[in-house]
């Protein structure tokens, strides 16, 4: 990794009038993790929301996608921090949300000498990424509390995201003993998935949903067969029920992470959804 001052970019380009700095957030145990920072160069300070990989929690890294998302989105007046996470096997849940945390905190510290919106914050993320992007928008606490947290993102949108892990790893006696461990036992270290485990109740959006948990855009293609539909649709109707704000979007005739994610109107979308919820430049 190049060297830098501390708080300096790493690396700087500029791409079609969006600027592209590249920063070290967090170093876990040793371990660099970068942030790519899509910037528009429009005037004021734009909202900014995170953007979270997929990948099955193994593989992946902030570029990916780039062009399509992250750069696609800054065109539209919002700024996008793309960061790298620490993956499977190396590293077990809750580590990977821990260093999306890691990132939220860094955004809102920096905000002023990155002339951004801090003040609201998003979390935008697809398949595992997206299971990632909606842990970090349940709200801290009870609803009792009423804390407010820099680690909670105020609005999200998942695509094609994982969020019941008990339901999506369920097998029968037969699979259990011929198929290798699922992605999701891998991400929490198990063999077999034990849904009275509370690592299982942790790492399953749809089991933490609170009152006062950020607005919720969820978008999922209706012939996925790698995380069903029913799972954005499930955590839909859980945050209905919590008194949420949640839109549910299923795109026809499309995949997992389907090039129908990046069509214009999909992307407008989660523009106008995010400068809804975070506000627009100041």
């Not at 069903?228 to 549910?248: F, M, Y």
Request: aromatic share 4%; glycine share 10%; hydrophobic share 45%.
């Amino acid at each position: 990794m190049a060297a830098a001052r501390a708080g300096e970019p790493v690396s700087r380009s500029v791409r079609d009038g969006v600027t592209v700095s590249t920063f070290e957030y967090a170093a876990p145990g040793g371990q660099h993790l970068l942030l790519d920072l899509y910037r528009p160069e429009t005037a004021g300070h734009p909202a900014v929301t995170l953007y979270l990989h997929g990948g099955g929690w193994a593989s992946g890294g902030r570029a990916d996608h780039a062009e399509h998302r992250a750069l696609a989105l800054a065109r539209r007046g919002i700024a996008v921090a793309s960061l790298d996470y620490r993956l499977v096997p190396v590293a077990r849940f809750p580590a990977q949300l821990e260093d999306a945390r890691a990132a939220l905190r860094w955004i809102r510290e920096r905000g002023d000498d990155l002339a951004l919106r801090v003040d609201r914050v998003g979390a935008w993320g697809a398949s595992a990424g997206g299971h990632l992007a909606a842990l970090l928008g349940m709200a801290p606490g009870t609803p009792r509390e009423g804390r407010t947290s820099p680690e909670h993102a105020d609005a999200v949108v998942a695509w094609a995201a994982p969020t019941d892990i008990a339901a999506l790893a369920r097998r029968s006696e037969l699979e259990t003993r011929v198929l290798p461990p699922s992605r999701e036992a891998a991400l929490l270290g198990m063999t077999e998935i034990d849904g009275a485990d509370p690592r299982v109740r942790e790492a399953s959006p749809c089991r933490m949903v609170r009152v006062g948990s950020a607005p919720f855009l969820l978008v999922h293609g209706d012939r996925d067969r790698l995380i069903p539909p029913e799972q954005s649709a499930g955590l839909h109707r859980d945050l209905v029920a919590h008194g949420v704000e949640s839109t549910l979007v299923l795109l026809g005739d499309a995949g997992h992470e389907d090039e129908a994610f990046h069509r214009p109107f999909v992307l407008d979308m989660v523009a106008a959804f995010l400068t809804t919820a975070l506000g627009a430049p100041r």
